[in-house]
């Protein structure tokens, strides 16, 4: 029987009734298969037009602002921070005068930790890890080889371990304060020529603390 012999023995109301139906489950229909397209056109969009998320396009960019200059700051000066904690390790047992002790221990406390942050930052980078012979000369890579300004020879090394007391102070502030003098110019040139926000900040920071600890040891060093 088709469907209009069906409706022909239909009463008028059920005729309504089932056609009213019919009509809303059409535009039903309709409507779910308009979001299901929706859908899936928003999906297929997204899918092409989804930005990357941070933790690739974010950190790669990152890893990527950096130059020579920053890179070349970074493995300069994580061994220059190290012998001046090495130093300043010296001052704990060998110094006399409290205000020199006081001062490597605050030298120490400020130049560990931008050690680590300088090896984070060449790790994040790519860039070679510095290694050096005890003179201040990176030989990390052939390119890497600079002499570092304000850096102690072996000897000078040798000698200021050897000296205690008052001796001891008047050496360590000396040593210091080029030590001191070579970061400033160190820094001074990553804000110059780098590229990396943070590292130039860092040199600023460097430049800003050291010169006003050369200042403070040179009056140490004049009543001495």
């Given at each position: 029987m088709t469907p209009a012999h069906c409706t022909e023995r239909l009463s008028p109301t059920m005729n309504r009734t089932h056609l009213r139906r019919?009509?809303?489950?059409?535009?039903?229909?309709?409507?779910?298969?308009?979001?299901?397209?929706?859908?899936?056109?928003?999906?297929?969009g997204a899918g092409h037009?989804?930005?990357?998320t941070p933790s690739s396009s974010a950190f790669s960019g990152e890893?990527?602002?950096?130059?020579?200059?920053?890179?070349?700051?970074?493995?300069?000066?994580?061994?220059?921070?190290?012998?001046?904690?090495?130093?300043?390790?010296?001052?704990?047992?060998?110094?006399?005068?409290?205000?020199?002790?006081?001062?490597?221990?605050?030298?120490?406390?400020?130049?560990a930790p931008e050690i680590t942050q300088l090896r984070g930052w060449l790790a994040q980078w790519g860039a070679p890890m510095p290694t050096t012979d005890g003179h201040g000369t990176d030989h990390g890579s052939p390119e890497m080889d600079h002499e570092m300004p304000g850096m102690m020879s072996d000897a000078d090394m040798a000698r200021l371990e050897a000296a205690t007391g008052p001796e001891f102070d008047r050496q360590f502030l000396?040593?210091?304060i080029a030590?001191?003098?070579?970061?400033?110019?160190?820094?001074?040139?990553?804000?110059?020529?780098?590229?990396?926000p943070e590292a130039k900040a860092l040199a600023q920071q460097i430049v800003t603390t050291q010169q006003a600890e050369i200042d403070t040891m040179k009056k140490i060093l004049a009543r001495l």
């Amino acid at each position: 029987m088709t469907p209009a012999h069906c409706t022909e023995r239909l009463s008028p109301t059920m005729n309504r009734t089932h056609l009213r139906r019919a009509l809303l489950s059409g535009v039903s229909l309709a409507v779910a298969v308009g979001l299901a397209a929706c859908g899936s056109d928003h999906q297929a969009g997204a899918g092409h037009d989804k930005p990357a998320t941070p933790s690739s396009s974010a950190f790669s960019g990152e890893a990527a602002a950096n130059n020579a200059a920053d890179q070349m700051f970074a493995q300069m000066m994580i061994p220059h921070h190290e012998q001046a904690v090495e130093m300043s390790d010296l001052a704990a047992t060998r110094a006399a005068d409290p205000e020199v002790k006081e001062l490597a221990a605050q030298i120490k406390d400020a130049q560990a930790p931008e050690i680590t942050q300088l090896r984070g930052w060449l790790a994040q980078w790519g860039a070679p890890m510095p290694t050096t012979d005890g003179h201040g000369t990176d030989h990390g890579s052939p390119e890497m080889d600079h002499e570092m300004p304000g850096m102690m020879s072996d000897a000078d090394m040798a000698r200021l371990e050897a000296a205690t007391g008052p001796e001891f102070d008047r050496q360590f502030l000396t040593m210091m304060i080029a030590h001191h003098e070579g970061a400033i110019t160190m820094g001074e040139e990553e804000i110059a020529e780098g590229a990396n926000p943070e590292a130039k900040a860092l040199a600023q920071q460097i430049v800003t603390t050291q010169q006003a600890e050369i200042d403070t040891m040179k009056k140490i060093l004049a009543r001495l």
